[in-house]
Nanobody, 124 residues
Framework: VQLQASGGGLVQAGDSLRLSCDVE???????MGWFRQAPGKDREFVAA????????FHADSVKGRFTVSRDNAKNTVHLQMDSLKPEDTAVYYC???????????????????WGQGTLVTVSS
């Protein structure tokens, strides 16, 4: 499964960014997740979305500021990031969970395929 993340960049605190993850055509049925990894820190769960897009879950650290969505017609998953903070600085990864479980999972090991990551830098 090929995943391609894009949309990162350098922004100021309070700005917005929209990350995109292009998914191979057969990824329509996958649960998708976004993770991030800041320098010197472990990979951290950000958000996940069920294959139909009807159910999504966000980490407490981003709840109310970030929104995950997907457009299966375009095989794309998005992460809208508003009110960015310097502590949001990280490499952001999209990932695919191919399991048959209906539960959205927060652990990185649950995700089988990963994109290459896109860097988000938020200056104060």
């Amino acid at each position: 499964v090929q995943l391609q993340a894009s949309g990162g960049g350098l922004v100021q605190a309070g700005d917005s960014l929209r990350l995109s993850c292009d998914v191979e055509r057969t990824g329509t049925f996958y649960k998708m997740g976004w993770f991030r990894q800041a320098p010197g820190k472990d990979r951290e769960f950000v958000a996940a979305i069920q294959h139909t897009g009807n159910i999504a879950f966000h980490a407490d650290s981003v709840k109310g500021r970030f929104t995950v969505s997907r457009d299966n017609a375009k095989n794309t998953v998005h992460l809208q990031m508003d009110s960015l903070k310097p502590e949001d600085t990280a490499v952001y990864y999209c990932a695919a969970d191919l399991s048959s479980s209906g539960q959205l999972r927060q652990t990185a090991t649950a995700y089988t395929y990963w994109g290459q990551g896109t860097l988000v830098t938020v200056s104060s």
